[in-house]
């Protein structure tokens, strides 16, 4: 089955650590994203990666770090510098970036501070 | 302003209702144009494509008008089931890419 698999779904981190969030998409896509949501909100953008070895920043980059080493994987890393990082994030794909197709999502990791 | 507005909502209707939303975007260099759907604390799911002639698939139907710069989403024959947050999307297309979310708009079907 093709999809985007995020984990872990839940996840918890205390003050002053740093997490990594997986995503991995078998769809062959180029292009992916990562959003945060936070209750009653919309989607912000963090980062997204046009293609392996690249990644731009979001509107919120600030706190967080990606990586792009391999076409499937496209890890977020919550440092401790993000001091509100409770919020549910979501990775994205889409066959490209700057092609009119839609984004598909995996089923998002929920992060909360202990 | 924002870049793509959606009313909130909620938007309670009774079963067999129909319902519409709209979503408006303010750059006109705006290309294509999405509706998801997002159950409570889940991902949005692509609903459907919304293109210049309008579509339809099943019970929904995706409307585009330019020249006022909205969508539409309207949906026939409500069911308890269609109860979620409708988003809108847009892919903004002008020097750099951008693609851009709703903040959705709260549908309660109620029995």
């Known amino acids: 089955d093709g999809g985007i698999t995020q984990s872990p779904k839940y996840l918890f981190r205390k003050e002053g650590q740093n997490v990594t969030l997986s995503c991995e998409q078998n769809?062959?896509?180029?292009?992916m994203y990562w959003y945060r949501q936070d209750p009653g909100q919309g989607l912000r953008l963090i980062y997204y990666?046009?293609?392996?070895?690249?990644?731009q920043k979001g509107d919120i980059a600030e706190g967080y770090s990606v990586s792009r080493e391999k076409k499937e994987s496209f890890p977020l890393t919550v440092t401790s510098a993000q001091k509100n990082p409770t919020a549910f994030y979501l990775c994205?794909?889409?066959?490209?970036?700057?092609?009119?197709?839609?984004?598909?999502f995996g089923d998002g990791t929920r992060l909360s501070i202990l | 302003r924002k870049e793509v507005e959606q009313d909130p909502g909620p938007f309670n209707v009774p079963e067999g209702a129909t319902v519409a939303f709209n979503c408006t975007y303010s750059?006109?260099?705006?290309?294509?144009f999405f509706w998801y759907r997002q159950d409570c604390r889940k991902e949005p799911k692509l609903l459907m494509s919304?293109?210049?002639s309008g579509n339809e698939d099943g019970r929904f139907t995706a409307q585009l008008n330019r020249a006022s710069q909205y969508i539409s989403l309207l949906i026939r024959d409500s069911k308890l089931s269609d109860s979620a947050t409708y988003l809108c999307a847009v892919n903004i297309t002008s020097g750099t890419y951008k693609y851009i979310f709703g903040t959705g708009t709260r549908l309660k079907v109620l029995a």
């Open positions: 750059n006109s260099a705006s290309q294509s």
């Open positions: 990666s046009q293609i392996v070895n690249d990644f």
């Open positions: 994205a794909s889409s066959i490209d970036h700057g092609r009119e197709q839609p984004q598909h």
């Open positions: 769809l062959n896509h180029d292009a």
């Open positions: 919304v293109y210049s």
